[in-house]
């Protein structure tokens, strides 16, 4: 299995993921070509060059602005929830705890979602590529319809409107569907800390915009104060990361390196891996919830544990225990993916009895799993096989499948498993 794997240590923006993806191998060639798409040339330079921040090779991207007089220097700081990177140097110490922003952009033109949709149907892009930018521009719409009140169309983009974030953007798709992997993956994500300038006075950082992007996927605040995620880079990862996590079982194939503008104690980079997955069997980090109740009504097991699958859990069971004094109790364990946490104690405090739950992180060792439709005198039926060491050693038809079709006949599911049993065995 090919995996795309973001090491975000140092959190993420738009630049600086063209930066990784083109060290990492994707053609610089191929990429101007394919935002010659969008019809944007007029507005717009890519320079992309090699730089080094500690001792660390890698590509930097700057999206030039053809009617700005300077370079638009992109550093991890931006305005409010936008993705406009200015930083200047000269900055006096005591002002180094505020990432301090240009206020002034009347430059730039403040295309909404729809003008954005037009720009990219209308473009020449291959659909997967439309797909992908559409969907992250999605993520940034629906984050600031939600911080200003209004619907994702209403919303006026500012920055990430602008030419260099649409590059930026639609730059991501065009590379991540240039290498064509089958799983991405991302370490929590860095979002520094302290405050940002911005026309609406001082906010902390992350930026309202980054925050609800983000919204249940794991972060860490405060390696440097300053701003490491911006929106951009947010909603990239947001839209296209197949699982967050800090545990990785791979081996490394190439390794990119995006340059930043700003200089740092830390290395100002992201790192992205292109590694391979090639195990018998697929360990995933999951949590359990768990908590032991015994003064509740029996019935109202089943409509809790409805519930408790509505809001993702991903498993409910429910033990038989004997607590002090000999009281008769049921342990209900609820296994849960990272992120989901909330949403189960809200049911599990609202809806039971228990007054506390104990959490614990578990690996969930799997083998690996393919689906296949096999037609039967009563209609087509999903089967999933699993494999040991390249050898598919169990299948067993899907439940629901034969449960719609023992309904819809009127037959005993059972003999809807004898006939999917006996087309498996001759095949």
């Known amino acids: 299995m090919k995996i795309l794997y973001y090491d975000c240590f140092c959190g993420i923006s738009g630049d600086m993921n063209l930066g990784a993806l083109l060290d990492l191998g994707v053609n610089q060639k191929y990429l101007r070509q394919e935002l010659s798409k969008l019809n944007l040339d007029a507005e717009y330079d890519l320079q992309i060059k090699k730089d080094i921040k500690k001792e660390i090779k890698g590509t930097r991207v700057d999206v030039i602005l053809k009617n700005e007089?300077?370079?638009?220097?992109?550093?991890?700081?931006?305005?409010?929830?936008?993705?406009?990177h200015h930083h200047h140097n000269h900055q006096k110490d005591k002002e180094q705890y505020f990432s301090t922003v240009h206020t002034e952009h009347t430059y730039h033109e403040h295309r909404n979602l729809k003008d954005i949709e037009h720009i990219i149907k209308t473009s020449g892009l291959n659909d997967r590529v439309k797909e992908l930018s559409l969907n992250m521009f999605m993520k940034v719409a629906e984050a600031e319809a939600m911080i200003h009140g209004n619907s994702p169309y209403e919303v006026h983009f500012?920055?990430?409107?602008?030419?260099?974030?649409?590059?930026?953007?639609?730059?991501?798709?065009?590379?991540?569907?240039?290498?064509?992997?089958?799983?991405?993956m991302s370490s929590s994500v860095q979002l520094g800390?302290?405050?940002v300038k911005c026309a609406h006075g001082i906010i902390p950082i992350p930026a309202p915009a980054t925050v609800e992007i983000?919204?249940?996927?794991?972060?860490?605040?405060?390696n440097v104060p300053f701003e490491t995620?911006?929106?951009t880079g947010a909603a990239i990862l947001a839209a296209n990361v197949d699982k967050f996590t800090d545990m990785v079982h791979f081996s490394i194939g190439r390794t990119g390196y995006g340059i930043g503008h700003r200089d740092m104690e830390i290395p100002n980079i992201l790192r992205v891996y292109l590694a391979n997955e090639e195990k018998n069997e697929e360990i995933e980090t999951q949590y359990i919830l768990e908590t032991n109740i015994d003064d509740m009504n029996p019935e109202l097991y089943g409509y809790i544990e409805e519930k408790l699958f509505e809001r993702g859990a991903l498993d409910v069971f429910k033990t038989p225990i004997s607590m002090k004094k000999g009281?008769?109790?049921?342990?209900?364990?609820?296994?849960?993916d990272e992120g989901r946490e909330k949403d189960i104690l809200d049911i599990v405090f609202r809806e039971t009895t228990s007054i506390g739950i104990r959490k614990y992180k578990v690996e969930k060792i799997m083998l690996q799993r393919d689906f296949v439709r096999v037609?039967?005198?009563?209609?087509?039926?999903?089967?999933?096989?699993?494999?040991?060491?390249?050898?598919?050693?169990?299948?067993?038809?899907?439940?629901?499948?034969?449960?719609?079709?023992?309904?819809e006949k009127n037959i005993p599911i059972s003999s809807v498993y004898r006939e999917v049993y006996k087309i498996i065995e001759e095949c």
């Open 375 to 407: 037609k039967t005198q009563y209609g087509d039926i999903t089967i999933k096989n699993s494999y040991y060491q390249g050898e598919k050693v169990k299948y067993k038809p899907e439940y629901e499948d034969c449960r719609k079709i023992a309904s």
């Open 229 to 231: 995620t911006t929106p």
């Open 214 to 222: 983000l919204k249940g996927v794991p972060i860490k605040f405060g």
């Open 69 to 84: 007089k300077e370079c638009h220097k992109r550093d991890h700081t931006h305005n409010h929830s936008h993705d406009h």
């Open 193 to 195: 800390g302290g405050f």
């Open 327 to 336: 009281r008769s109790a049921i342990k209900l364990s609820i296994l849960i």
């Open 158 to 184: 500012h920055e990430v409107g602008a030419t260099d974030s649409i590059i930026d953007i639609v730059g991501a798709a065009v590379c991540l569907d240039y290498l064509k992997v089958d799983k991405i």
